[in-house]
């Protein structure tokens, strides 16, 4: 089986071939060009797929709310806009005849690391994933926990800042706002006049400076404030964390220093790490349920 796996981000879109042993080729990065809206996004996914012959399965791993049943977009942010609502799968399956499957990114995350990667051994495990945005996924009792409305999972529109920064959603203080890697770009950024990306923050250049390292560390105390949150509630033996933000060893290292001095006695058991698929885990999670079609 010759699977074409896509993985839609707010800034880029990655797409692979996958066969039927889940190996990775052929990788490809382009451009989301999220502003110019859902419609657009749709048909350059389809331009890609245009591209390739003897094509079997389309996965798709997408930003937003998903109702995998049907393909469709059911709540988008202004991220990507004029994209809730879009039947995804629909769409590609009248223009290519191929069968589609559609995730939501932070669901397809998690069912590659449950089938692949840091979750394999376990029936019960939370994901967040830290970019644009802050998005989360529950996979409990062996499969995911959606939610009533297809919407479950949505931890970066927590609320830890009452009355705080305005966000995409139309809510005001969420998680996301202060923890996700966008948060960090834009605080070390207006406290030190930069414009420096999330990688270049952590070059030794960079991030040996004091100011810098400061506003570092108070982004991370942001990130422990939503997972003591999320731990309390769910009380999980593991949280599988990903994002390319958290292939730095300083995040991840700090986290494991601080958390569990803040965590009462009996939560202390959850096991907090690093994707072990790392960029891969959303295109083998939708690959592997784009073969089961």
């Known amino acids: 089986m010759k699977i074409l796996a896509f993985d839609i981000g707010g800034t880029n879109i990655k797409y692979a071939l996958c066969d ?10 382009v451009p989301t060009d999220a502003q110019k809206g859902g419609q657009e996004l749709v048909q350059k996914i389809i ?13 798709i791993s997408t930003a937003g709310q998903v109702d995998s049943e049907n393909g469709i977009v059911v709540y988008s942010t202004d991220n990507i806009p004029y994209y809730t ?4 799968k629909k769409i590609i399956e009248n223009k290519t005849g191929i069968p589609t499957f559609v995730e939501n990114d932070v669901n397809a995350f998690a069912l590659g690391e449950a089938r692949f990667g840091a979750g394999k051994e376990h029936s019960d ?26 919407s479950a999972g949505e931890f970066g529109h927590m609320i830890t800042h009452a009355g705080g920064k305005q966000c995409t959603c139309g809510g005001e203080g ?11 770009i834009e605080a070390v950024n207006k406290a030190n006049s930069t414009n420096l990306d999330a ?9 040996s400076k004091p100011e810098i390292r400061s506003v570092i560390d108070k982004w991370i105390d942001e990130m422990i404030i939503g997972l003591i949150n999320i731990i309390y509630i769910f009380n999980p033996p593991l949280i599988v964390l990903g994002g390319g933000i958290m292939n730095e060893d300083y995040v991840i290292d700090l986290i494991d220093r601080k958390i569990y001095n803040l965590l009462m006695d009996n939560f202390k058991n959850v096991n907090i790490v690093r994707s072990k698929l790392k960029s891969d885990s959303a295109l083998l999670g939708v690959a592997y349920e784009a073969a089961q079609l």
């Open 20 to 29: 039927e042993k889940f190996n990775l080729t052929d990788r490809h990065t």
């Open 47 to 59: 331009r890609i797929i245009e591209g390739y012959e003897n094509i079997d399965r389309i996965a």
């Open 85 to 88: 609502g879009m039947m995804v």
């Open 125 to 150: 495990f939370l994901c967040l994933t830290y970019g644009t945005g802050i998005g989360g996924a529950m996979f409990l009792d062996n499969k995911l926990y959606k939610g009533s409305t297809s």
């Open 174 to 184: 969420c998680y996301e706002c202060y923890a996700s890697a966008r948060a960090l």
């Open 199 to 207: 990688f270049q923050i952590f070059e030794k250049e960079n991030f």
